[in-house]
């Protein structure tokens, strides 16, 4: 009788932490379908071969020392009936897999082969009896458990006459009957042959449990070779379907892989690009991606959505480019992968959009400017209305053309404010030593007449050791701007600045801006003991025409922050280290490439910064 177990679906086996793997099928007790042809094939051939050998060997030397009709006939008759039902069974298994009983007629036939091998072969002393173990092997990996045990126990049986007539003890079915056999003088020899019999059984136990093994673990890569395929067609589908752009290269920058997107996108064809280096496909059409490569494969330092220009057909095409770092399981880098679009509808949008917030911001600006204007206009007219009329008398003249001068200066000092906010012209930076233009800044503040004298300026030697890289005349404007500012303040209940300090920022209280680097950029804090800025006005007081003063045009602040940022810096609004007060927190260069400075005329005309060197802070001024 024999047992099947058959598969169960549901269950499952962990391949990875991504991957699960459904439905690994169990072992039945049946040959397994994906093999069995194969193996019966070599089985039969085995057989056929073995058989016909053996058979020659003993026709011929029977034919030479005992002729005989038997001797003569049996070896062919054997060898004939071999080749038959061996013929046959692969017919059978060749058009379908053959029922189970079928397998154990061979087993049968198999193991009585190999008894009648070994007793034909006696007189030439030849032992043919480790073939019973090839054929419990044989059962064990075609039917398993139940195979190989019945292998085992046939075996047993057959080779009770075959195990005495090696031993040269003789056996007739004469001496069965009348038990004689059973009263044998040497009992070693029945020792012998139980020994025998339970290394069949043995050699049944651990076959089958080998085969069993051996099935399951088949069965099983199997199942992961189908499924891993079946998700490598699946994912390279999803990454060809895909818009953007995957590059990916290995740690010496060679491409490996790109997708449709990417092909598309670079105008470059797959055979153009595969096992190419980068450096060689994109040296002259955007450099900017080696160098990228290079960054996260020698540095392991990764972009995002760094935007690069690509030129195409002679045009440059916009790419949002974004790295990522593969790694092996040891965590050593084994390669990198870019995401990039193209981003030419956004560009434009975003240039559309930027045109159009400068000129909301012109509009606003000269309503602003309308305002400022419009008022000493109206007293300059309504004055030189009355010295028209006559109607005043010399005191009174006196008066109105006073008015006119000192409005008419208003308007000089508000057109040259606005000059200075929206047009610079800057020459080639220099290295500029702080103390030297602090000084020039004390002279000049002092002379003018909204300077207090009672006011106490306190400068750290840290910051007269500075060397600013810059252009001395707009420095100077940032720190004059800043003093009179300061001079300016009065609080709520006529409270006024008496002391101004100037140090060092600290880091781990004012932060740094963005991802500038500390070592090319020297953090300035000038703060006050005034009334200091309310947190909601830090976001207004660097706008242009802001002003909480009365009669202030609110330029001062913004000429700050437009110059600081034409120089590559950064300023912000924190509270001031004496508990009340402003602190004004500032970034500038202390070295660099050297470049130029130069401010373009008109509004918008600063040079933009790169996006990774701009504090979001929402800074703002008095």
């Known amino acids: 009788m024999l047992f099947y177990l058959e598969a169960r679906p549901g269950r499952v086996a962990e391949v990875s932490p991504m991957i699960r793997i459904p439905g690994l099928r169990k072992v039945s007790w049946s040959p397994p ?16 071969v073995l058989v016909s050998t053996t058979m020659t060997v ?6 030479k020392s005992a002729p005989s009709p038997v001797g003569f006939f049996l070896p062919p008759s054997i060898t004939f009936i071999t080749v038959v039902v061996s013929f046959l069974f692969y017919r059978l298994a060749k058009r379908d897999q053959p029922p189970d009983i079928h397998y154990f007629f061979q087993y049968t036939f198999d193991i009585s082969l190999i008894s009648l091998l070994n007793l034909i072969t006696i007189p030439v002393d030849v032992n043919f009896v480790p073939l019973y173990v090839l054929a419990i092997a044989v059962a064990s990996i075609l039917s398993f458990r139940p195979g190989a045990f019945y292998a085992a126990t046939v075996t047993s049986i057959f080779y009770l006459p075959v195990g005495l007539r090696v031993l040269h003890l003789g056996f007739s079915f004469r001496d069965v009957i009348q038990l004689d056999i059973l009263y044998l003088s040497d009992r070693w020899i029945w020792l012998n042959v139980g020994l025998q019999v339970f290394l069949f059984y043995t050699i049944a136990a651990i076959t089958s449990f080998l085969s069993l093994k051996l099935r399951s673990t088949g069965t099983e890569l199997e199942d992961t070779r189908r499924l891993l395929r079946q998700y490598r067609l699946d994912t390279n589908e999803i990454l060809q379907t895909i818009n953007s752009g995957l590059l990916t290269c290995n740690t010496e920058g060679m491409v490996v892989y790109a997708n449709a997107a990417a092909q ?4 470059l064809k797959p055979e153009r690009m595969l096992g190419y280096k980068a450096e ?12 990228i490569i290079l960054l996260a494969t020698q540095e392991q330092i990764v972009v995002q959505h760094r935007t690069v220009e690509l030129v195409k057909n002679d045009e440059k095409v916009p790419l949002a480019v974004s790295s990522s770092l593969l790694r092996e399981q040891s965590g050593r880098p084994r390669g990198v992968s870019l995401i ?93 030593r702080l103390a030297e233009v602090l000084d020039e800044v004390i002279q000049s503040v002092s002379h003018h007449p ?54 060092g920022a600290d880091r781990r209280r004012y932060g740094r801006p963005g991802d ?10 000038l703060y006050d003991d005034g009334p200091g800025v309310e947190p909601a006005l830090r976001e207004k007081i660097f706008e242009p025409f802001y002003s909480t003063r009365k009669g202030g045009f609110g330029l001062g602040l913004a000429v700050v922050h437009r110059i600081i940022s034409a120089l590559g810096g950064v300023v912000h609004v924190e509270d001031s280290p004496f508990g009340s007060g402003a602190a004004f927190i500032i970034y500038l260069p202390q070295d660099s490439a050297g470049e130029s400075i130069n401010g373009a005329a008109g509004l918008g005309g600063i040079k933009e910064l790169s996006r990774d060197r701009i504090l979001k802070t929402g800074a703002g001024g008095k």
Not at 58 to 63: A, G, K, L, P, R
Not at 476 to 488: K, T
Not at 516 to 525: Q, S, T, V
């Open 33 to 48: 379908a994906f093999s069995y042809r194969l193996l019966i094939k070599w089985w039969m051939l085995l057989r056929v």
């Open 516 to 525: 500038m680097p500390d070592k090319h950029f020297h953090r300035l804090c």
């Open 280 to 291: 060689q496909l994109f040296s002259r059409n955007c450099p900017e991606i080696p160098r």
């Open 340 to 432: 990039f679009e193209d981003i030419t509808i956004e560009a434009k949008a975003r240039e559309l959009e930027l045109r159009g917030s400068k000129l909301e911001a012109v509009a606003e600006l000269a309503a602003s400017l309308a305002h400022e204007i419009k008022n000493p206009l109206a007293s300059i007219r309504s004055a030189v209305e009355m010295i028209r009329d006559k109607s005043s008398t010399g005191a009174a003249s006196d008066k109105l053309m006073g008015c006119i001068i000192k409005e008419s200066d208003r308007l000089t000092e508000l057109l040259k404010q606005f000059l200075q906010f929206s047009s610079y012209s800057f020459g080639p930076a220099e290295q500029v």
């Open 450 to 503: 909204e300077w207090r004298g009672d006011i106490r300026i306190e400068i750290s030697e840290e910051v007269t050791a500075m060397r600013i890289l810059a252009h001395r005349a707009a420095l100077s404007q940032v720190f004059f701007n800043l003093l009179i500012n300061a001079a300016q303040v009065t609080g709520p209940a006529g409270e006024k600045v008496s002391r101004i300090g100037l140090t």
């Open 264 to 267: 598309g996108i670079l105008g």
């Open 58 to 63: 003993v026709w011929f030397f029977f034919s």
